[in-house]
């Protein structure tokens, strides 16, 4: 079994929290409760015939505290970003986040994802921001917590490049 | 032998050709070698010469090192004593050099072990003051004064209880759990998790107060357990424990991190994520989860409080033993001092009790005295023969309910002779007569001072009477009453003589005045009279067959017949029997 560790990473209620749920417990709920600090929660899966137990940190999506997140996104094996598709700032909040992550973390693996794409008709973040973003080497997926798309995909995507990124031993690179 | 053409030797007459020859070979290899053979001969005096040899070892002994370090120990080995040696002469020969050094890495240690010291010891006495006023803390007191030691060591040895529940081996960097040892007892969440969340609690602490790296939540407490964290450079150990551990459990805790840091140095620098390799720390770890239980001793307090209620229950046992075996003998005495009652046996066996004995049906109940002793009367067991008893007193009971003596009748006894006193009628006496020695307990019956009276003989006493008086005065002279209780007598044994024969007595009382002095005086004289005297009879020898009549004083007086009696100051007394209910008519002949 190999042990991963994944931030999630994204301005204030982009549905981080949401997205983690969706996946650990498969549960969506609309009510919003604010992460205190961080949670941690687990995750196990299969990748390329390996066992690997995703450790998921949902940190709290207050920006004003850049400090804090540097000392929790240490360690991390990979992250994920999260916008929200119905608020531009989301996006411009993305680009910031991910600088300070790969100043800590170095070039590790990273997805992106738009959520709430059940509400497409609302998004701000418009294709052509999207493609910005494609073109700087973002993995940028759509996706919705609350209706379960993309969430898997999502977490199988990272973990796969993790284990890419660093083999566990005894498997040929 | 070979032959050698080649050599010199072999043709002396040669010899001087062949010396000139060894001369050209020799001058020849120094034209050829002479640079190195300086070289040569350089190197020899350099092999040879000390100076030049250290400055050479000087020069590589770095990369020797390495070299010879990066693959075994025995160089350290070697070296070990040296470096020891030296460093004590260093310490003798300049001190401050090495405080000086030191003096950074020993500051936060030592400042670290007091804060810890000055923490547990606030920590037993805030356990000392929250105990001081449970029951458990009076115990203790008790127990400190028992055993002479101050309060605060008793409540100290009795709170060093702790165990070890769970230890965590955690990579510090990411928060991924390398290992985890629970004992049987734990409640185990998600380890991983936990892992996860004690990393970020530490990171989020640390972060909040601003402090550095190397500052860290070492401890935290939750409900009755207190989670102690180790930190190591690249793992830490997290043990989560019930109760107060003592602080040298820390001391357990760092040598079993540092031989972990030791042992899997290059494991934990790589550590991506895999796990597995630190399997191998199960045994480590285990050593961590210890547990002090205190060796439950038999309370004293509690051994005193039995011994004591054993000692009351004693003592109320014999107390009530005694107070019960005294009632018994009490009661025994007063049964046999009842007349009537025989004891022939009594037991008393753990508070049962039995009687046996003889009871003459007249004879006070016994059951009654039992109560009046404080027995219970169902704990007494009793079995009473029925008897008669020739107790004086009780044949002299037993006479009376036998007999119904009349009123006027006074029975004793003398000896075992039954005597009759008094007055009765002639059927009664004669009954008496025959019954009497057939009670048992009399074996004589004497009635010489009993009168006795026929109906007639009662009758004419009464009629004889006749009360005198004074002129004008309705009183009672001494000699009159004396003759009037006469009649009281004999108007009882009439009343009985007519209860017998379902008859009654009628008596007339009738007074009589003078023809002197006006008329309503003399009236009232004659009522006044009559009252007297029936005063003095007493109406307790009015018999309830017994109907009096005092007002014929008029129909007398109308009548003619009964002018001489009624000119003189007297009252006269008539009796007669009649047939139940048929009085009136009599009465008014
Ligand atoms: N419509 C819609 N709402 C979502 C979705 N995901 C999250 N939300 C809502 O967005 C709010 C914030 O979600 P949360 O997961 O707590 O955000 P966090 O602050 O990033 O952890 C909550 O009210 C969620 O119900 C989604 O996929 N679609
Ligand atoms: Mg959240």
């Known amino acids: 079994m190999i042990q991963k560790k994944i931030c999630m990473l994204g301005g204030f209620a982009v549905g981080k929290t949401s997205l983690v749920r969706r996946f650990v417990t498969n549960v969506f709920s609309d009510q919003y409760r604010t992460t205190i600090g961080v949670t941690v929660e687990r995750k196990s899966l299969v990748v390329d015939d390996h066992d690997v137990t995703l450790m998921l940190w949902d940190l709290y999506g207050e920006d004003e505290f850049q400090r804090l997140r540097e000392s929790y996104l240490r360690g991390s094996s990979g992250y994920i970003i999260v916008m929200d598709g119905t608020r531009q700032s989301t996006l411009d909040g993305a680009l910031a986040l991910q600088q300070t992550a790969a100043r800590t973390l170095g070039p590790v693996p990273f997805i992106a994802i738009i959520n709430k794409a059940d509400v497409r008709a609302e998004w701000e973040i418009d294709d052509r921001s999207i493609n910005q973003l494609r073109e700087r080497g973002w993995t940028v997926l759509f996706g919705s917590a609350k209706l379960g798309q993309g969430v898997d995909e999502l977490f199988t995507l990272l973990a796969t490049q993790m284990l890419k990124a660093s083999p566990p031993s005894g498997v040929p690179s | 032998m070979s032959r050698r053409p080649d050599n010199p030797q072999s043709d002396p007459s040669s010899s001087d050709r062949s010396s000139s020859v060894v001369e050209d070979w020799t001058e020849l290899r120094t034209l050829l070698l002479a640079p190195e053979q300086t070289q040569l001969d350089e190197l020899r005096d350099r092999l040879d010469g000390q100076v030049v040899q250290a400055r050479d070892v000087g020069r590589v ?81 008790v127990d400190a004064w028992r055993t002479g030691r101050s309060f605060a060591e008793v409540v100290l040895l009795h709170t060093l209880r702790y165990r070890v529940e769970q230890v965590f081996l955690i990579h510090r960097e990411t928060g991924l759990l390398l290992h985890h040892v629970a004992t049987d007892a734990a409640v185990v969440q998600d380890e991983h998790v936990l892992s996860g969340m004690l990393t970020a609690i530490q990171n989020y602490a640390r972060d909040s107060f601003g402090a550095s790296q190397d500052q860290t939540l070492d401890q935290f407490q939750v409900g009755d357990w207190t989670v102690w964290v180790e930190q190591g450079s690249q793992a830490y150990l997290a043990a989560v424990i019930r109760g107060t551990p003592p602080t040298s459990l820390r001391e357990d805790f760092r040598d079993v991190l540092d031989h972990i840091h030791a042992k899997h140095t290059d494991t934990l620098a790589r550590f991506k994520g895999d796990a597995a390799p630190f399997k191998t720390t199960q045994t480590q770890l285990e050593t961590c989860l210890q547990a002090h239980y205190e060796t439950p001793r038999p309370d004293p307090l ?97 006479a009376e309910t036998m007999l119904h003596p009349p009123d006027t009748v006074k029975l004793t006894m003398e000896g075992d002779t039954l005597v009759a006193t008094g ?73 009985e003589a007519a209860a017998h024969t379902g008859q009654r007595v009628v008596l007339e009382v009738l007074g009589s005045t003078d023809s002197t002095g006006p008329a309503a005086r003399n009236a009232q004289l004659r009522k006044e009279r009559a009252e007297t005297v029936l005063a003095s009879i007493g109406q307790h020898h009015i018999g309830e067959h017994t109907t009096v009549i005092t007002d014929i004083v008029r129909s007398a007086a109308s009548n003619g017949s009964q002018t001489e009696v009624g000119s003189r100051r007297i009252v006269t007394l008539r009796a007669f029997l009649t047939t139940a209910g048929a009085e009136n008519e009599t009465a008014r002949p």
Not at chain 2, 65 to 80: K, W
Not at chain 2, 320 to 325: A, S
Not at chain 2, 480 to 491: F, N, S, T
């Open chain 2, 423 to 495: 007055s009765a009628s002639e059927t009664w006496v004669g009954e008496t007569r025959r019954f009497a020695a057939l009670i048992p307990g009399v074996s004589r019956y004497r009635d010489e001072k009993l009168l006795t009276h026929s109906v007639a003989e009662l009758l004419d006493r009464i009629n004889q009477t006749v009360v005198r008086f004074g002129p004008g005065v309705s009183t009672v002279g001494p000699s009159e009453q004396r003759v009037l209780g006469i009649v009281g007598v004999a108007l009882r044994s009439l009343d």
């Open chain 2, 61 to 141: 002994l770095p990369e020797a090192f390495a070299v010879r370090g990066d693959h075994d120990e025995p160089l350290s080995t070697v070296l070990a004593p040296y470096v020891e040696s030296g460093f004590v002469t260093a310490v003798r020969k300049s001190p401050r050099t090495i405080v000086d050094a030191i003096a950074p890495i020993m500051g936060p240690a030592i400042r670290q072990a007091i804060a810890r010291a000055l923490q547990s010891m606030t920590q037993s006495f805030n356990r000392s003051l929250d105990e001081s006023l449970s029951v458990r803390s009076l115990r203790w007191r």
């Open chain 2, 302 to 398: 509690k051994a005193w409080i039995l011994v004591g209620l054993l000692l009351l229950g004693a003592i109320w046992l014999g107390w009530t033993t005694y107070q019960n075996q005294t009632r018994w003998s009490m009661l025994l005495t007063e049964l046999k001092a009842t007349p009537g009652l025989v004891v022939t046996a009594a037991k008393s066996t753990w508070g049962a009790y039995y009687l046996e004995g003889l009871r003459d049906p007249l004879a006070k109940d016994p059951s009654e005295l039992v109560a009046e002793a404080g027995f219970d009367p169902t704990v007494v067991k009793a079995v009473w023969s029925p008897y008669y008893a020739l107790n004086p007193e009780l044949v002299l009971v037993r």
